[in-house]
């Protein structure tokens, strides 16, 4: 196995913080659409928004899911980085390994929420298509 040098986990900063302001700002948005299917369901109530706000609650867990491995996938980078500066290489490489499923984990998840998002966008497409 080749020795980590501290350039290696810090490539990962880049990334990870683009993956974490994108799951952050899709967490705002969704932020956004429960308060607005909130008021929706209060003032006129259906099977539509009540599907809606299901399957926004299973996209809010997984969101939260995601950020949680990509930070923790950034944390073991940091961790990664002191161990090869107080030179357990060793075990900075298994560390950074772990960082490296924790963020291929986040990602995973990201593909899940997005098929999940496609499924609440046909419950729309459904709904305008039997109102016509």
């Known amino acids: 196995m080749e020795e980590l040098?501290?350039?290696?986990?810090?490539?990962?900063?880049?990334?990870?913080?683009?993956?974490?302001l994108a799951y952050t700002n899709r967490f705002l948005s969704y932020a956004?659409?429960?308060?607005?299917?909130?008021?929706?369901?209060?003032?006129?109530?259906?099977?539509?928004?009540?599907a809606q706000i299901?399957?926004?609650?299973?996209?809010?867990h997984l969101t939260r899911e995601m950020q949680f491995l990509?930070?923790?996938?950034l944390f073991l980078c940091v961790v990664t980085m002191f161990l090869i500066?107080?030179?357990?290489?060793?075990?900075?490489a298994y560390v950074f390994g772990l960082a490296l499923l924790l963020l291929i984990a986040?990602?995973?998840?990201?593909?899940?929420?997005i098929h999940i998002s496609v499924r609440a966008?046909?419950?729309?497409?459904?709904?305008?298509?039997?109102?016509k």
Do not use: C
């Open 70 to 73: 990509g930070v923790s996938s």
């Open 32 to 50: 956004q659409l429960v308060r607005t299917l909130k008021e929706q369901h209060i003032h006129n109530p259906s099977k539509v928004t009540r």
């Open 85 to 92: 500066y107080i030179g357990l290489f060793t075990t900075s």
């Open 121 to 131: 966008l046909d419950i729309h497409l459904k709904d305008m298509e039997q109102k």
């Open 54 to 60: 299901d399957n926004l609650r299973r996209r809010l």
């Open 5 to 20: 040098t501290l350039t290696t986990p810090t490539l990962l900063f880049s990334a990870v913080s683009l993956i974490l």
């Open 106 to 113: 986040s990602l995973g998840v990201s593909i899940w929420e």
